[in-house]
């Protein structure tokens, strides 16, 4: 079975910057579009970002600019990068490695706190 482990999360201050990684076991990494979904308390987990296993990318409109999604199919990791963060991006975020034609299922990661003070 797959297992994805998340890294990265943390406290920062309004405008700075995190990187979160999922690191992912298993052979079918490269062939697996990933998500990156947030969570906020009291409201539904949300996706904030995908990656195709092509290497299309997809944001929603409110971090445009702001984070980059990313894959390194040697290290079965796949990254995101959020820059000029704000209060509004506190929530827990998750990875999700979709499933191939080779997986029985969508696979989520831990999930990891990001806390963004003013």
């Known amino acids: 079975q797959v297992q994805l482990v998340q890294s990265g999360g943390g406290l920062v201050q309004a405008g700075g910057s995190l990187r979160l990684s999922c690191a992912a076991s298993g ?5 697996s579009a990933i998500g990156w ?14 990656i195709s296993s ?20 040697a290290k079965k990791t796949a990254y995101l990068q959020m820059n000029s963060l704000n209060p509004e991006d506190t929530a827990v975020y998750y990875c999700k490695q979709y499933r191939s034609s080779f997986d ?9 706190q990001v806390t963004v003070s003013s």
């Open 27 to 31: 052979s079918t990494f490269s062939l």
């Open 37 to 50: 979904y947030r969570q906020a308390p009291g409201k539904q987990r949300d996706l904030v970002a995908a």
């Open 54 to 73: 092509g290497g299309s990318t997809n944001y929603i409109d409110s971090v445009k600019g702001r984070f980059t999604i990313s894959r390194d199919n």
């Open 104 to 112: 029985e299922y969508d696979y989520w990661g831990q999930g990891t």
